[in-house]
T-cell receptor
Framework: DARVTQTPRDKVTEMGQEVTMRCQPI?????VFWYRQTMMQGLELLAY????????DSGMPKDRFSAEMPDATLATLKIQPSEPRDSAVYFC????????????FGQGTRLTVV | QKEVEQNSGPLSVPEGAIASLNCTYS??????FFWYRQYSGKSPELIMS????GDKEDGRFTAQLNKASQYVSLLIRDSQPSDSATYLC???????????FGQGTTLQVKP
């Protein structure tokens, strides 16, 4: 059963700490999206990769967020330093191909910064 | 203007009725359109994709696309209480490759 795997599922951290979220895309998928979901803003696109290359990260606060894809089986989203306003659910989604790119979501990481 | 717009609802329909969910988008060059369903506390789940003008049917679901009007809709026939969820419209920009979501419409199906 192919699926996107995200870790951790839940994370509570103190303001100022570094947070790293991980995503394993579905095998064979070449596109990875990172989203943040809050009640107020809905699903916001933070960054996305195709064939491991970052294509757009304009949705991310540049000073504290970074996204990387060190290999085809791992994408990471890092926040340093974290702030209470970063509290949200972070989703990773993967897809394949250039045209349609049906994207499939992981279970998400619920981040709480206190 | 938001890139993808949906009425947040809630949309309430009785069990067995047809639910109609609507979405408009601003990027005229978009070619791929998707509907996702999200239950409370869960991740979005892809339920329909549509790429050409017209209707596409899958079981009780029908997606409709009108590129000239920049309009996408989802019809759910014979609505069931288990269909109660938030429905997200997503549009893939052919220029940027970004997959952009609307705010979602909350559907409530009352027994």
């Amino acid at each position: 059963d192919a699926r996107v795997t995200q870790t951790p599922r839940d994370k509570v951290t103190e303001m100022g700490q570094e947070v790293t979220m991980r995503c394993q895309p579905i095998l064979g998928h070449n596109t990875v999206f990172w989203y943040r979901q809050t009640m107020m803003q809905g699903l916001e696109l933070l960054a996305y990769f195709r064939n491991r290359a970052p294509l757009d990260d304009s949705g991310m606060p540049k000073d504290r967020f970074s996204a990387e894809m060190p290999d085809a089986t791992l994408a990471t989203l890092k926040i340093q330093p974290s702030e209470p306003r970063d509290s949200a659910v972070y989703f990773c989604a993967s897809g394949k191909g250039q045209g349609g790119t049906e994207a499939f979501f992981g279970q998400g990481t619920r981040l709480t910064v206190v | 203007q938001k890139e993808v717009e949906q009425n947040s609802g809630p949309l309430s329909v009785p069990e067995g009725a047809i639910a109609s969910l609507n979405c408009t988008y601003s990027d005229r060059g978009s070619q791929s359109f998707f509907w996702y369903r999200q239950y409370s506390g869960k991740s979005p789940e892809l339920i329909m994709s549509i790429y050409s003008n017209g209707d596409k049917e899958d079981g009780r679901f029908t997606a409709q696309l009108n590129k000239a009007s920049q309009y996408v809709s989802l019809l759910i026939r014979d609505s069931q209480p288990s269909d109660s969820a938030t429905y997200l419209c997503a549009v893939l920009s052919s220029n940027t490759g970004k997959l952009i979501f609307g705010q979602g419409t909350t559907l409530q199906v009352k027994p």
